[in-house]
């Protein structure tokens, strides 16, 4: 069964930190491309950032310097490393490869 299970998310403070973790199993994750998405209360997916197969990372312009991806293929697990949390940071974050998702982590920042 291809499987993505997100981890890690939780309630921190305006400018504080989390790490998400993203494990996979059920498909070659080594030559996946992996995206990490978002949806904030009343709101529609967005799209965070991207960390393909050979490497190349892509960040949402707001996002750039604040959060790092990663991967571990030998562990088969993303990582979204995120600092300078803000209030409009608060979701639900999902880790996306095709068609296959996660059930989403919460990643709640108060004021």
């Known amino acids: 069964e291809e499987k993505l299970v997100e981890s890690g998310g939780g309630m921190v403070q305006a400018g504080g930190s989390l790490t998400l973790a993203c494990a996979a199993s059920?498909?070659?994750?080594?030559?996946?491309?992996i995206s990490w998405v978002r949806q904030g209360p009343g709101k529609g997916l967005e799209w965070v950032s991207s960390?393909?197969?050979?490497?190349?990372?892509l960040y949402q312009e707001s996002m750039k310097g604040r959060f790092t991806v990663s991967r571990d293929n030998n562990k088969k697990t993303v990582y979204l490393q995120m600092t300078r949390l803000q209030v409009e940071d608060t979701a639900t974050y999902y880790c996306t490869v095709q068609e296959i998702w996660g059930q989403g982590t919460q990643v709640t920042v108060s004021s």
């Open positions: 960390i393909r197969a050979n490497g190349q990372i």
């Open positions: 059920g498909f070659s994750f080594s030559t996946s491309d």
